[in-house]
């Protein structure tokens, strides 16, 4: 069973302050993103679309929550590189400061085999989405060479909202709108009822399991 999201005191730069992660996604979905340092290419080009996609996020009520193993004094010039890279008028999400890994260690980020100068581990390319119930949804760990793609995000949250309330699952490669299939969990007359548009895919095996749905509104 999914268990809370740990919800720590933590310090982040952007006139959040001290704030816990809990209070600040409140009544609705978070995601909580981690970068492995500041000033560093792939990061930079990372938060930079984070910010241009906020707005998709803010309409599907995801508050956004970054991490990186730097202090905030280090936050604040770094955000004048991601600005200026973005084309942006500002960063509107908090980046919250680890320098001492605390956090990246309790929420098991860390990279091995990426280090820092001072051959201390870099933390890897983590995304942590948090349903309204504070309860992790999905995890992805990318290694710090390889940068996000947050269209994936958007889809991952689209399909983690609608089968939520929904009896029905995503196939692969599903985009919001697209067919989805129903629970194998809804039986005969229940799935006729709520799918009156369902159709039965034939497979070999002659079991009626492929049943797909128009997406439910």
Do not use: H, K, N
């Given at each position: 069973a999914a268990t809370l999201f740990p919800s720590s005191g933590i310090n982040a730069e952007y006139g959040a302050g001290t704030l816990k992660l809990h209070e600040y996604f409140g009544d609705g979905w978070g995601i909580f993103f981690t970068h492995p340092a500041d000033y560093t290419p792939v990061c930079t080009t990372e938060l930079s679309m984070v910010e241009k996609m906020t707005p998709e996020f803010t309409k599907r009520n995801v508050k956004l929550i970054a991490l990186s193993c730097n202090s905030v004094d280090d936050h604040k010039g770094w955000s004048k590189d991601i600005m200026a890279h973005g084309d942006l008028e500002g960063?509107?999400?908090p980046i919250?400061?680890?320098?001492?890994?605390?956090l990246a260690v309790k929420y098991g980020m860390l990279d091995p085999d990426e280090k820092d100068k001072a051959g201390l581990p870099l933390t890897a390319r983590a995304v942590f989405i948090?349903?309204?119930d504070k309860k992790l949804k999905l995890s992805i760990l990318y290694p710090a060479t390889t940068g996000r793609n947050f269209d994936e995000l958007l889809r991952v949250v689209d399909s983690l909202q609608l089968t939520a309330y929904k009896k029905v699952a995503t196939p692969a490669n599903w985009q919001s709108g697209?067919?989805?299939?129903?629970l194998p969990s809804v039986k005969g007359?229940?799935?006729?009822?709520?799918?009156p548009s369902m159709r039965i895919e034939s497979v070999p095996s002659g079991r009626e399991y492929m049943r797909f749905t128009p997406q439910p509104q």
């Open positions: 960063v509107s999400f919250i400061e680890d320098p001492g890994r605390e948090v349903g309204p697209g067919d989805c299939m129903v007359a229940e799935a006729a009822t709520l799918f």
